[in-house]
């Protein structure tokens, strides 16, 4: 592990990419089928993820993913605010 490297990172790097996606998936349709403010909390906590993910990543980014990255961040947090209220 290189000495910039974080350990978070380090662990996400080593897992197997259909298990995350699938994860991540099954987390999403919970969080959407879930009543109000529990399926907002657990949606907003994936935003703070991906959030998490973006500024790690934001560097090495063309500026086109980044443009889309966000987009998709603020649609998820709006639907998140959205279940919430």
């Known amino acids: 592990m290189q000495p910039t490297q974080r350990p978070v990172l380090a662990r996400l790097a080593r897992a197997n990419p259909t298990s995350v996606f699938l994860a991540t998936l099954a987390l ?36 086109q993913t980044r ?12 639907v998140a605010l959205a279940k919430l209220f």
């Open 28 to 63: 999403v349709l919970v969080a959407l089928f879930a009543p109000g403010p529990v399926g907002g909390l657990l949606l907003l906590a994936l935003a703070a993820g991906l959030v998490y993910l973006l500024t790690v990543t934001w560097q090495v980014q063309a500026p």
């Open 67 to 78: 443009l889309i990255r966000l987009v998709m961040v603020t649609l998820l947090v709006a």
